[in-house]
């Protein structure tokens, strides 16, 4: 009996999707790839598999909605960025998703997605947040996602982080 689970993109993803080498090519990289020049290389050589078919395998699961996506996850902190606000935006619901790629492209930027919002205590519907060495930083972050919204701003707040939480992906038990 094949079991079928929901994958973060809505895709039915079955459970005999991962093949025993796709749950090691899994397995040998939820904790990161390899801190070399050639990360790919290094981990086909590891696994015993060549590069072009780690890189095919790992295209398909990602097609699949095994994986669904591969991304550096600094830790902002060691990099001297730690004045760290979360901005909450009220934006007009038929143009959240164009301001929302928008705000998502500024350098200052990490992340920036749409929440649903909670009314009457939270009018916010558009999250990004923002990284800066100060908390000037932030706030000219802040302003210039302001000046970005223009008109279409009805109001936001900023949610600065008090500790760093750790920060992982799903992880796969080793059998």
Excluded at 14 to 27: F, M, T
Excluded at 58 to 87: C, D, E, F, T, W
Aim: proline letters at 5%; one cysteine or more; glycine letters at 8%.
């Amino acid at each position: 009996m094949q079991k079928n689970r929901q994958s973060c993109r809505g895709k039915q993803v079955a459970d005999s999707a991962i093949d025993p080498v796709d749950r090691q090519i899994i397995l040998a990289t939820q904790a990161g790839l390899p801190l070399v020049e050639q990360p790919y290389d290094a981990l086909a050589a590891e696994l015993g598999l060549d590069v072009g078919e780690l890189l095919a395998r790992i295209k398909a699961m990602q097609a699949r909605g095994v994986i669904r996506r591969i991304a550096a996850v600094p830790n902002h902190y060691a990099l001297g960025y730690r004045a760290n606000g979360m901005s909450v935006w009220n934006v007009p619901d038929e143009r959240v998703r164009a301001l929302g790629r928008q705000v998502g492209a500024l350098d200052f930027v990490s992340h920036c997605y749409l929440r649903p919002r909670h009314l009457p205590l939270w009018p916010y519907n558009l999250f990004a947040m923002v990284h800066g060495k100060t908390h000037e930083q932030v706030a000219d972050g802040v302003g210039a996602i302001a000046v970005l919204l223009g008109e279409h701003c009805r109001g936001h707040e900023v949610l600065y982080s008090t500790r760093i939480l750790k920060k992982t992906g799903l992880r796969i038990k080793v059998d």
